[in-house]
């Protein structure tokens, strides 16, 4: 697991549930393991994207803006 980001599973399959048609769709325990490591990568690799920014612009903190400036690219990326 990387290092920073966390999500609960049980949480994960909570909200992945209410977005089912089908109240009978459920989700596994191994696809809702995935998608937990998913969401720890993409959370991680968007704060290291906006750290980088901010380093760029030399700035001593992260402010929305760095935030808006990775977002397109890590969007893609996903």
């Known amino acids: 697991m990387t290092e920073g980001a966390s999500f609960k599973q049980r949480t994960i399959q909570i909200i992945l549930q209410e977005f089912f048609r089908d109240e009978k769709t459920k989700i596994t ?41 990775i977002l397109p690219q890590l969007l893609l990326d996903l």
């Open 29 to 69: 325990t191994d696809a809702a393991a995935l998608v937990v490591e998913v969401m720890n990568i993409f959370v991680s690799e968007a704060g290291f994207r906006v750290l980088k920014e901010a380093k760029t612009d030399d700035s001593d903190e992260v402010t929305i803006e760095h935030f808006e400036k």
